[in-house]
């Protein structure tokens, strides 16, 4: 059973732009909503979290859009580079570290 | 402060052999978790060390185990290894339990072959 529904698959946009990838969850319990950058050949990164209470985050370029009660959260980029390029996950967390990811969304920025 | 560590980065065994991998999670984390990475299934758990005892286990067979150590390092082991086990295999460090959830952070991973 997927915890997390993440959507697009795939998003070319081109510099300059804004990139948008969304996410659902069902389980209410979950209390943590990390974004992770992954490049090929590497590990993922943390990008962005955020937790519940807030219903919004920025960190630079990067957004966090959180809708609790649509158990919906979403990844902004403004400004999208060509090394913005990689492939971007969301995930969901309980106080277990037991964390559940989205199917992941390849981004493509066009120079 | 140095990040997360696995040995070896890249491994090619054959069906049947076994496996080990290791991972040292970052200076003062103490949980270490494993997950596996493929085309089809994407990330998923495996299990969660913390003061060298399973806290949680993903839905995976009897033949991956792992251990944690004093110092925090941890080992994973796949037992009589299949194709489908091929995989990039992910260890993440945290500081442990507490009243939320704690950031993880990964380590570029090995890459394991099956042939």
């Known amino acids: 059973q997927q915890q997390v529904k993440q959507s697009p698959q795939s998003l070319i946009v081109q510099k300059g732009g804004i990139s948008i990838i969304n996410c659902a969850y069902e389980n209410t319990a979950f209390d943590y909503f990390p974004w992770y950058q992954q490049f090929p050949g590497k590990g993922p990164a943390l990008l962005i979290a955020?937790?519940?209470?807030?219903s919004e985050k920025k960190e630079g370029r990067f957004t966090i859009s959180f809708n609790k009660s649509a158990k919906q959260f979403s990844l902004h980029i403004m400004d999208s580079q060509p090394g913005d390029s990689a492939t971007y996950f969301c995930a969901t967390q309980t106080g277990a570290n037991n964390l559940f990811f989205g199917t992941g969304t390849r981004l493509t920025v066009i120079p | 402060k140095a990040g997360v560590t696995q040995t070896p980065r890249y491994l090619i065994k054959t069906r049947g052999q076994q496996v080990t991998l290791s991972c040292s999670p970052i200076s003062g984390h103490r949980s270490v978790s494993w997950y596996q990475q493929t085309p089809g299934q994407g990330l998923q758990f495996l299990f969660e060390?913390?003061?060298?005892?399973?806290?949680n286990k993903g839905n995976f067979p009897g033949r991956f185990s792992g251990r944690q150590f004093s110092n925090s390092r941890s080992e994973m082991n796949v037992s009589t290894l299949e194709l489908g086990d091929s995989a990039l295999y992910l260890c993440a460090s945290s500081f442990g339990p507490g009243d939320f959830a704690d950031t993880q952070y990964f380590g570029p991973g090995t890459r394991l072959t099956v042939l």
């Open positions: 955020i937790r519940p209470d807030v």
């Open positions: 060390y913390f003061s060298e005892t399973q806290r």
